[in-house]
């Protein structure tokens, strides 16, 4: 089992920049195919971006792709999402999620474990 935990929301301007964190607990985080979703008011929950176990392969959704990128660094444990050149449309609750499975999925039901999440809101 393992515990996540998001933070480095805020409020930011459109245009700016922020950096997400996800901390997991555990000593098997490197066994985890990592994500990163999102939700906005009255919408469904939706795929942002997600990163192979190692690292080496990542996949976006189209909404971010070249704006958002996903990293990790599981000497740290720890997923993150860079996102650039925000924009009001982004301003949703984000969510880290791990699934012990090896293929990325955008589907958030292949997810095993959730974090509580964290508010990023961009104004205009």
Do not use: H
């Given at each position: 089992?393992?515990q996540?935990v998001?933070?480095?929301g805020?409020?930011?301007?459109?245009?700016?920049?922020?950096?997400?964190?996800?901390?997991?607990?555990?000593?098997?985080f490197s066994s985890?195919?990592?994500?990163?979703?999102?939700?906005?008011p009255?919408?469904?929950?939706?795929?942002?971006?997600?990163?192979t176990k190692s690292?080496?392969?990542?996949y976006?959704?189209d909404?971010?792709?070249?704006?958002?990128?996903?990293?990790?660094d599981?000497?740290?444990?720890?997923?993150?999402?860079?996102m650039?050149?925000?924009k009001?449309?982004?301003t949703?609750?984000?969510?880290?999620a791990?699934?012990?499975?090896?293929?990325?999925?955008?589907?958030?039901?292949?997810?095993?474990?959730?974090?509580?999440?964290?508010?990023?809101?961009?104004?205009?």
């Amino acid at each position: 089992q393992v515990q996540l935990v998001e933070s480095g929301g805020g409020l930011v301007q459109a245009g700016g920049s922020l950096r997400l964190s996800c901390a997991a607990s555990g000593r098997t985080f490197s066994s985890y195919t990592m994500g990163w979703f999102r939700q906005a008011p009255g919408k469904e929950r939706e795929f942002v971006a997600a990163v192979t176990k190692s690292g080496g392969s990542t996949y976006y959704a189209d909404s971010v792709k070249g704006l958002f990128t996903i990293s990790r660094d599981n000497d740290k444990n720890t997923v993150y999402l860079q996102m650039n050149s925000l924009k009001p449309e982004d301003t949703a609750v984000y969510y880290c999620a791990a699934r012990q499975g090896s293929l990325i999925r955008r589907d958030s039901t292949y997810y095993d474990y959730w974090g509580q999440g964290t508010q990023v809101t961009v104004s205009s």
